[in-house]
């Protein structure tokens, strides 16, 4: 199970930080990814971590804003997200795959969250 959470209003600009809870899975041997969702949009890739943590993919729209992170002491995977634009607006998911390196397919994803909704105000 992932839970997903974090998620909030926020202006242009600022930042939010999403969290990822995992449980019932060994956390460690999964790659953890973030995807969005925007309204009356497919999904799309956004960030990626390797099971160790060591290795990190992004999608261009988010690099040099975004971060990916994860402490695997505490089954948690994070997304710090600063310089926040309108367009970031969406629903987020987390999603657990069960390979070492980061990857950005959702198909090659096991487990998804429920989504945790961020609003960015202009």
């Known amino acids: 199970q992932l839970q997903a959470s974090g998620g909030g209003l926020v202006q242009a600009g600022g930042s939010l930080r999403l969290s990822c809870a995992a449980s019932?899975?060994?956390?460690?041997?999964?790659?953890m990814g973030w995807f969005r969702q925007a309204p009356g949009k497919e999904r799309e890739f956004v960030a990626s971590?390797?099971?160790?943590?060591?290795?990190?993919v992004y999608d261009d729209s988010v690099k040099g804003r975004f971060t990916i992170s994860r402490d695997n002491a505490k089954n948690t995977v994070y997304l710090q997200m600063n310089s926040l634009k309108p367009e970031d607006a969406a629903v987020y998911y987390c999603?657990?795959?069960?390979?070492?390196?980061?990857?950005?397919?959702?198909?090659?994803?096991?487990?998804w969250g429920q989504g945790t909704l961020v609003t960015v105000s202009s």
């Open positions: 971590i390797s099971s160790s943590g060591g290795s990190t």
């Open positions: 019932g899975i060994t956390f460690s041997s999964y790659v």
């Open positions: 999603a657990a795959a069960r390979r070492l390196l980061p990857v950005g397919d959702e198909a090659l994803f096991d487990f």
